[in-house]
């Protein structure tokens, strides 16, 4: 985004009950469950969503012990733990699939340590990381608060709060927002469609969000009322899985950052941490997050790439995009390359990525979240290269 002038930006988020997300839930849930029996199984998991069927496939390397029948049955829990009881989607009833197989030899052969030879990248690729001081989080404001909205309607209706009676897991936001030489200033509009029962108006449903978005966005940020539009088509009652196919990794901008950063093309979601795909741009993120949690620059876009087999990344950039403080880029990569080691074992062994932690990734974002240091998720949303970064430079 620009850092001059006025002009608006837009992002949208997607709830856990979002097609696309249920698909993405499934396969992080596959995930866990081989992670669980091995922490160095070797995942690759695809998901379909459709109307009373889930289909399950991908390649994978673990033990015996993880059958169909076990993911199975742990696709029906996802579902249902997302709240999907419905005519075209019910946990209990929709046809299950699993068509999992084992890695290729040929891709296991060079991500394998062997010899002399360390891990190597699970593919080839670019990603990126990316932090701003927009928000608390370090996240773009946009991106930021579509995924709060939801996530607290989500709250609530898991919670069977009143104030949400009636509304579906099901649901996509949309927040614009007006920035003035380069910082958010307020919303000039948000849209929210939410998945509802039978028999509910969309006036009633608009009045039932409103307190909801409003408490969301910082105290003035909320948008005209002319500019709040609530379930625009008038009536979303066939939702989900049953409304849309889902796939997982259809939603990479919402996993990351809304559109305000380059994205590598790669999604996340069924991967484990040798899949590059997933651990590196876990591992630019936190890069990212501590140089702008140091006060090195108030934005920072970090690229790396790989080669299939390659153990050390081919190229490491920074983007300070003119906020840097007194920085230099290229000293900047020289320190932390002394701080993060950002080969495949490298980074999987830092942000303890060998565990099963990624269901709670699948929905909401995968940066801009708290770590939990008891459940070891979000690590790499800690700010602990801080303090010697900011030894480093001098602060």
Aim: with cysteine.
């Amino acid at each position: 985004m620009r850092d001059k002038g006025e002009y608006l930006f837009t992002s949208e988020s997607v709830s856990e009950g979002h097609p696309d997300k249920v698909a993405d839930r499934i396969s992080d849930t596959v995930l866990d469950t081989f992670l669980e029996a091995d922490p160095y199984a070797r995942v690759a998991c695809e998901t379909l969503v459709t109307t009373n069927r889930i289909v399950i496939a991908g390649e994978t390397r673990g033990p015996g012990s993880i059958t169909p029948e076990l993911l199975m049955h742990k696709a029906r829990m996802a579902v249902a733990d997302i709240g999907y009881e419905q005519d075209g989607f019910d946990w209990r009833h929709a046809t299950v699939e699993c068509h999992l197989h084992a890695q290729s030899a040929h891709i296991a052969q060079g991500v394998d340590a062997a010899g002399n030879k360390d891990e190597g990248a699970g593919d080839q690729g670019i990603m990126f990381g990316y932090a701003c001081t927009e928000t608390p989080d370090l996240m773009p404001a946009p991106l930021y608060y579509a995924h709060l909205i939801l996530r607290r309607i989500s709250e609530m209706r898991r919670a069977n709060d009143v104030a949400v009676r009636g509304l579906l897991p099901d649901a996509k936001s949309q927040v614009t927002l007006r920035y003035v030489d380069g910082k958010p200033v307020g919303a000039t509009s948000v849209v929210l469609s939410t998945q509802h029962v039978e028999g509910m108006e969309q006036a009633q449903i608009k009045t039932m969000v409103q307190p909801i978005i409003e408490s969301s966005l910082p105290k003035g940020w909320m948008c005209p009322d002319s500019e709040l539009y609530v379930n625009p088509t008038g009536t979303f009652v066939i939702g989900g899985p049953d409304g849309d196919c889902g796939l997982t990794g259809r939603k990479i901008i919402v996993d990351t950052y809304g559109g305000a950063a380059p994205h590598g093309g790669g999604a996340f979601s069924g991967k484990d941490p040798t899949k590059v795909d997933r651990s590196a741009a876990y591992a630019a993120r936190y890069v990212a997050k501590n140089v702008v949690a140091a006060g090195l620059a108030e934005r920072c876009t970090i690229q790396v790439s790989y080669a299939i087999g390659v153990s050390k990344p081919l190229s490491v950039y920074f983007d300070l995009h003119g906020t840097g403080k007194d920085v230099d880029e290229a000293k900047l990569a020289k320190v932390m390359d002394g701080l993060v080691n950002l080969s495949p074992r490298g980074i999987r062994e830092h942000l303890h990525l060998n565990r099963p932690i990624y269901v709670p990734t699948a929905a909401y974002g995968h940066f801009g979240r708290t770590p939990d240091s008891e459940k070891g998720t979000f690590t790499w949303e800690k700010t602990d290269l801080v303090d010697e970064l900011k030894r480093a430079f001098g602060r």
